[in-house]
């Protein structure tokens, strides 16, 4: 079966997020997807089969390489991109994914090339930081609040402090949640409006870091769309890897936005 890996959000190789997509042919066991998964050794492999019955055409479902996650966005425009660029799918035809926890999932995409992500918004609500939580940041915090992914949204001073944290990933990974979310405003002058970084200790392998989550984009639009009283924001994930998200906030639905790059196209013999 057909196997890429694709760096999303991005216009360049080497840099966003990388995310296997695995293009399958008929429904797959679990067990045997999370070992592909474990093997392909990204963040997410993306495991894309095609519906015969319903309004969804294909569904969708997100490994890393320990656990099933709940959602996706990097491999989400991953799977989109592979589908597109491979002519699974014409370029003018929206893609519905079907998926077992966040319901239906539209990419489209724009006359540019980029690709538009229907997910649903999953805003942070105020909560009382976890202990240690400063501690392993190495940062002081401003506000703390916890999204219905079990994330934990860290707002920080400034966006230098979110680029130049270095945290300590073993007892990040004792606090209850999917991932840690440091967050700031930009640095005026810059191109993006708030800059964020994603550490999931529990989730992801080496040093737990995710170099560009679009997941976390569904918190940190409607954070940061309150707070700079607009609707249509740039963010940018500051890991050494380094990728844009545009995000636009809909009601309880928000549009992620980014480009992709294809970097291998193979064969999956296994």
Request: aromatic letters at 8%; proline letters at 6%; hydrophobic letters at 45%.
């Amino acid at each position: 079966m057909r196997i890429f890996v694709v760096d999303a959000f991005t216009d360049a190789p080497f840099r966003g997020n990388p995310a296997g997509v695995c293009l399958l042919d008929q429904a797959a066991d679990a067990a045997w997807m999370q070992h592909v998964a474990a093997e392909m050794k990204h963040s997410e492999t993306a495991f894309v089969r095609p519906l015969a019955e319903g309004e969804e055409d294909y569904e969708l479902r997100w490994f890393t390489p320990l656990v099933e996650v709940a959602l996706c966005g990097h491999a989400t425009l991953a799977s989109a991109h592979a589908l597109f660029t491979s002519g699974a799918v014409p370029a003018d035809r929206p893609i519905r994914f079907r998926t077992l926890r966040s319901g239906v999932l539209t990419v489209t995409r724009a006359a540019d090339g980029g690709l538009r992500m229907d997910f649903p918004a999953t805003p942070p609500a105020e909560a009382a930081a976890p202990d240690g939580l400063a501690e392993a940041l190495g940062a002081p915090l401003r506000w703390v609040g916890r999204t219905a992914q079990n994330d934990v949204v860290a707002e920080l001073a400034d966006e230098e402090t979110v680029r130049e944290l270095r945290p300590d990933i073993a007892a990040l990974g004792r606090i209850d949640a999917r991932g840690v979310v440091p967050t700031a405003r930009a640095t005026p002058g810059r191109e993006h409006d708030f800059v964020s970084r994603f550490f999931g200790a529990r989730v992801l392998e080496g040093d737990g870091e995710d170099p560009v989550t679009g997941s976390a984009h569904c918190a940190l639009a409607p954070f940061w769309a309150e707070r700079l009283g607009r609707d249509a924001l740039t963010g940018y994930q500051a890991s050494a890897r380094g990728g844009y998200v545009r995000t636009e906030l809909r009601g309880d639905r928000v549009v992620l936005s980014g480009r992709a790059v294809t970097v291998l196209d193979g064969t999956l013999r296994v």
